[in-house]
């Protein structure tokens, strides 16, 4: 195992730094230029075991998630990154090439956000784990899970569930064709925060409510209804599946509504967008799914209730 | 295991917050009121089995310790701890009323540094964790390690070694007289972050480099030497020691040069600083234990070098 002060030289070495930071990596800690609006502020870990397995990503898509999965965070409130320190937990068995790799993939994920790695930490554990803390500017106006109202429509970015389906197929559970696998492991593996599409979102008037779907639609849209105080109805039919979805799941929706990790964003709006306008203003594709209501409930319209994981959890809570 | 939602939930609960926050934990970034200077920005880990064991220290102060050695940080940059966010990796066997414990000292911890936690994020993994990012307010000059320079006379705060012992004598390696047990397991289990000393230090001109004492003297002090390129020379007569170290190490000084985990500042300051006076400034014992000479080399004057723990690899690096 390669020593831990070699390890954060490495991280430091030659980090390309924007004008927002005065001192990077090396010391005890960063400086910053003073912000000029509000600031954003969130911290996600991925675990080996947990939300990772070695056998398949490569270092590099490793490094690159563990931003990715954190500028998500960033997007959903519709800021722009500017900072991050990243804390790597290290483990037996792992090699310097590995960290260089890993490294690699985080700066060039760093690099593609315009955002300054201004620091790390490496500790010894059992497990590897890396925990990233983001800093960003906020918009004018900030994308909050509390701002839905009675009447929003309800829309998400992108296609929902492939990441879901992508985990399943790499851990054995389910079984695809060669010409769809790729896409869905990928979608997995490599995730995108939609950073531009929630900017944009976030110049919207009045200021959209919106979150990002990390645990799943079902449970992700059930923080925006209990912040706001408020009941939603999806339109099962109305999710947004790929091509690669409908190949493996037919017409099975429990990954759609239930499975996480697609990172794409969901927002409730006031009445009247279409998607084509939407989808043009925020150069991704958007699809309405359903609508805010009165109550606390959510219901699914159209869809199998019994197949749906997580249904009961939810319908629980609400 | 308690869910992970219900442990968010609970870290969230009636956090107080000061109006440099905008809004805490519970949406997908806190929002932080604009800062008016520079920041600072760092993270640290607690790992189990690596920085602690649960036989020896309370739930509350473990969660105190977690937020300190990061606020150690902020205190030897003399910045001001402005926000954290809290990542916990949680493993089997640990109940709900643990991680309420250790929230109760993080919170108590964080009261009196004065510094919101507004976020947090919990992970499962097969060993406890305690990762914290924080973000603070720098001031009008920052404590650098690269602003030594030769002339320079060089200060710690506190006494050293004692955590060091501490942690011996809770591994059982060195046996000690129950009446200074507690203090030196003490210094180890909750250490006090030199936060008020760090602020005041930072109003000195010129502005004294420093670094917080978490790998030991020596090798915090070679990092001051690297980033400075200077050279120094230590006077081992003149550490300052604790009488319940002397007790239990009589005159060898090895944990007092190699030990980590004091979380006391060292600074470098222009010389013709009597130590009663920066002793009252910074409002904590200071001692002046060695100064800045030309070169890269760290020599350390009246001791017997082979007795020291870690000499001959800082030797190497110098």
Redesign the interface.
């Known amino acids: 195992m390669p020593g831990e002060f070699e390890l954060i030289a490495r991280l430091a070495e030659r980090l390309p730094l924007s004008r927002r930071t005065?001192?990077g990596a090396?010391?005890?800690?960063?400086?910053?230029?003073?912000?000029?609006?509000?600031?954003?502020?969130?911290?996600?870990?991925v675990?080996e075991?947990?939300?990772f397995d070695l056998r398949w990503s490569t270092p590099e898509a490793l490094g690159a998630r563990a931003l990715a999965v954190n500028l998500?965070?960033?997007a959903?409130?519709g800021?722009r990154p500017r900072?991050c320190?990243?804390?790597v937990?290290i483990r037996r068995g792992l090699t310097a090439a590995f960290f260089d790799r890993l490294y690699a993939g985080l700066k060039s994920e760093a690099r593609a956000a315009r955002i300054d790695v201004?620091?790390?930490?490496i500790?010894?554990?059992?497990?590897l784990?890396i925990?990233i803390?983001?800093?960003?500017d906020?918009g004018a106006q900030?994308l909050?899970?509390?701002a839905a109202r009675i009447g929003d429509e309800i829309f998400v970015t992108g296609t929902l569930g492939d990441a879901a389906v992508g985990w399943r197929i790499l851990s054995g559970k389910i079984r695809a064709p060669q010409a769809v696998r790729k896409f869905l492991v990928g979608r997995f593996i490599r995730p995108t925060a939609r950073l531009m599409a929630g900017e944009r979102l976030a110049s919207i008037r009045p200021v959209p409510a919106a979150?990002?779907i990390s645990d799943g639609v079902m449970q992700d849209l059930g923080h925006i209804l209990e912040?706001s105080g408020v009941g939603a109805e999806l339109d099962a039919r109305a999710l947004p599946l790929s091509p690669a979805y409908r190949a493996v799941m037919g017409g099975d929706l429990s990954l759609a509504l239930g499975g996480g990790e697609d990172y794409e964003l969901l927002f409730c709006i006031r009445p009247g967008y279409r998607e084509s306008v939407l989808a043009r203003r925020l150069r991704v594709g958007v699809h309405r799914i359903g609508r805010i209501v009165r109550g606390k409930r959510l219901r699914i319209l159209g869809a199998d209730a019994p197949r749906i994981a997580g249904f009961d959890q939810l319908r629980a809570r609400a």
Chains 1, 2 share one sequence.
């Open positions: 005065i001192l090396g010391d005890d800690c960063a400086i910053l230029a003073p912000s000029r609006g509000p600031g954003l502020f969130t911290i996600d870990s675990v075991g947990v939300h998500s965070d960033i959903a409130m800021g900072a320190v990243v804390n937990a201004v620091g790390g930490n500790t010894r554990a059992r497990e784990a925990t803390a983001v800093l960003g906020a900030v909050r899970r509390d979150i990002d912040r």
